[in-house]
């Protein structure tokens, strides 16, 4: 069946090349196929008017020719394209004739694809036990006449109709025995795409070792057969699956795949790759590993002008430098961050990044300009509503005064800092802040 593109847009523009092709071909069949397709193109891009026009057109000419095989492929579109679009009584109202047409014609293969089509749409309308119905007797038909690759087309769906009510175990036998037939047909394809349902089973039950072996094996299909996307899939669960495990050397080897074979206008997908590279290298102690991969990410975020991840990284980035001791690249990756969230209007991050910029400069033996960002980050905190930003910021203010030799602000300070744990009920904080005020007494 025709699957639904992604990218609308660049869908409809080869829909409407393969309408010409087709009708420089002066090939009744495929025009009246080409013109469907560019019907579900116009649904996937949300355009109704325009692909009820182009299915109308279509099915003129099905009826011109008057042709079985070619009525049902243009019956499974339509239906595609009504369930993409949450038509769902349309689209079963289609898949029934496409079932009475194959009662007609006694074609028991397709009453079965049919009748499971069926099922799919009711579990997606909510109707649980019609569609375990509808999937009972397509499983029925098929196993009558012995079907393997509906049979298991059948369970297949079973499997993942088992995961939509909640019943993990009867999707495992399901999926389990989908693909044992898929082995018995030959079909590596249909058992790897099984072998991925059964993974990504074992992982939502914490079975992570199982889960692992079995992504590892749909990893080395998809390299096999050069399907980069499935590729990229399968890394993404064995990157997951490997930080459960605490295996940070695999983590780093499949993010670094990942990046490789990710598309560079797919950002989301890129700096989830990233994002898992850079803790994983943290998590090895391989700080400026770390770093490289950080400042390698922050170039891709600025070509790719995004700003939100750009500021998350700066934030990374700045506190990997304060672990490290870096206090002068602290405090200059701080800054620029600090501009990116006033950009962005990220106010609580901006909040904390004031009172972190502060702790810098204290470091630096900067005082007066770290005060200047506690004050402001507290500030922040009160507006925001930040109860323990609030109290770590009046600490820091105490801090920093007594550090002053100004033991009256200092003491203010504290005793604010510490009526705002107390009214909080952070009782260890608190106590640190006792502590610090016992030391002011003793200074004193």
Same mark, same amino acid.
Do not use: C
């Given at each position: 069946?025709?699957?639904?593109?992604?990218?609308?847009?660049?869908?409809?523009?080869?829909?409407?090349?393969? /309408?010409?092709? =087709?009708?420089? @071909? $002066? *090939?009744?069949? #495929? &025009?009246?196929?080409?013109?469907?397709? %560019? +019907?579900?193109?116009?649904?996937?891009?949300?355009?109704?008017?325009?692909?009820?026009?182009?299915?109308?057109?279509?099915?003129?000419?099905?009826?011109?020719?008057?042709?079985?095989?070619?009525?049902?492929?243009?019956?499974?579109?339509?239906?595609?394209?009504?369930?993409?679009?949450?038509?769902?009584?349309?689209?079963?109202?289609?898949?029934?004739?496409?079932?009475?047409?194959?009662?007609?014609?006694?074609?028991?293969?397709?009453?079965?694809?049919?009748?499971?089509?069926?099922?799919?749409?009711?579990?997606?309308?909510?109707?649980?036990?019609?569609?375990?119905?509808?999937?009972?007797?397509? /499983?029925?038909? =098929?196993?009558? @006449? $012995? *079907?393997?690759? #509906? &049979?298991?087309?059948?369970?297949?769906? %079973? +499997?993942?109709?088992?995961?939509?009510?909640?019943?993990?175990?009867?999707?495992?036998?399901?999926?389990?025995?989908?693909?044992?037939?898929?082995?018995?047909?030959?079909?590596?394809?249909?058992?790897?795409?099984?072998?991925?349902?059964?993974?990504?089973?074992?992982?939502?039950?914490?079975?992570?070792?199982?889960?692992?072996?079995?992504?590892?094996?749909?990893?080395?299909?998809?390299?096999?057969?050069?399907?980069?996307?499935?590729?990229?899939?399968?890394?993404?669960?064995?990157?997951?699956?490997?930080?459960?495990?605490?295996?940070?050397?695999?983590?780093?080897?499949?993010?670094?795949?990942?990046?490789?074979?990710?598309?560079?206008?797919?950002?989301?997908?890129?700096?989830?790759?990233?994002?898992?590279?850079?803790?994983?290298?943290?998590?090895?102690?391989?700080?400026?590993?770390?770093?490289?991969?950080?400042?390698?990410?922050?170039?891709?975020?600025?070509?790719?002008?995004?700003?939100?991840?750009?500021?998350?990284?700066?934030?990374?980035?700045?506190?990997?430098?304060?672990?490290?001791?870096?206090?002068?690249?602290?405090?200059?990756?701080?800054?620029?961050?600090?501009?990116?969230?006033?950009?962005?209007?990220?106010?609580?991050?901006?909040?904390?990044?004031?009172?972190?910029?502060?702790?810098?400069?204290?470091?630096?033996?900067?005082?007066?300009?770290?005060?200047?960002?506690?004050?402001?980050?507290?500030?922040?905190?009160?507006?925001?509503?930040?109860?323990?930003?609030?109290?770590?910021?009046?600490?820091?203010?105490?801090?920093?005064?007594?550090?002053?030799?100004?033991?009256?602000?200092?003491?203010?300070?504290?005793?604010?800092?510490?009526?705002?744990?107390?009214?909080?009920?952070?009782?260890?904080?608190?106590?640190?802040?006792?502590?610090?005020?016992?030391?002011?007494?003793?200074?004193?």
């Amino acid at each position: 069946m025709t699957s639904v593109n992604r990218h609308p847009n660049r869908r409809l523009i080869q829909a409407r090349e393969d /309408l010409e092709e =087709a009708r420089a @071909s $002066e *090939d009744q069949h #495929r &025009i009246s196929l080409a013109t469907a397709n %560019l +019907g579900l193109a116009y649904f996937n891009a949300k355009k109704f008017k325009e692909g009820e026009k182009s299915f109308r057109e279509a099915e003129k000419i099905v009826e011109e020719v008057d042709d079985f095989s070619l009525r049902v492929k243009f019956l499974g579109i339509k239906t595609l394209a009504y369930q993409f679009s949450g038509q769902l009584p349309v689209a079963f109202q289609v898949a029934q004739d496409i079932q009475e047409l194959a009662e007609d014609q006694e074609v028991i293969g397709l009453q079965s694809d049919a009748l499971a089509t069926q099922a799919q749409i009711l579990i997606e309308s909510g109707d649980e036990i019609g569609s375990l119905d509808k999937f009972n007797a397509a /499983l029925k038909i =098929a196993e009558e @006449s $012995e *079907d393997k690759k #509906r &049979i298991m087309r059948v369970k297949g769906a %079973l +499997g993942h109709y088992s995961l939509a009510i909640g019943s993990g175990q009867q999707a495992e036998t399901y999926f389990e025995e989908a693909r044992d037939l898929a082995r018995d047909l030959g079909d590596r394809g249909s058992e790897i795409g099984y072998q991925g349902n059964l993974g990504t089973l074992f992982e939502w039950k914490g079975d992570y070792p199982q889960a692992k072996e079995i992504f590892e094996d749909v990893l080395a299909f998809m390299r096999e057969t050069g399907n980069q996307q499935a590729e990229i899939q399968a890394l993404h669960h064995l990157i997951q699956i490997s930080t459960k495990l605490q295996n940070n050397s695999q983590s780093v080897e499949y993010s670094r795949r990942g990046i490789e074979l990710t598309k560079k206008d797919d950002i989301d997908t890129l700096f989830f790759f990233y994002e898992n590279l850079i803790s994983a290298l943290y998590r090895s102690e391989k700080i400026d590993q770390a770093h490289t991969a950080t400042k390698e990410a922050l170039e891709r975020a600025r070509s790719a002008e995004d700003t939100e991840k750009e500021v998350s990284l700066l934030l990374s980035l700045g506190e990997s430098y304060m672990l490290t001791d870096k206090l002068e690249l602290a405090l200059e990756t701080y800054q620029l961050a600090l501009d990116g969230t006033q950009r962005l209007q990220r106010l609580v991050d901006r909040a904390y990044l004031l009172g972190r910029t502060g702790v810098v400069l204290a470091e630096l033996e900067k005082t007066d300009e770290a005060i200047v960002y506690h004050q402001q980050s507290l500030e922040a905190a009160r507006n925001h509503e930040l109860i323990g930003l609030e109290g770590e910021q009046l600490t820091m203010l105490a801090i920093a005064y007594r550090d002053k030799n100004e033991m009256g602000k200092a003491k203010d300070y504290a005793n604010q800092a510490l009526q705002v744990f107390l009214n909080s009920e952070k009782e260890l904080e608190a106590e640190k802040v006792r502590q610090l005020l016992s030391e002011f007494k003793a200074a004193f």
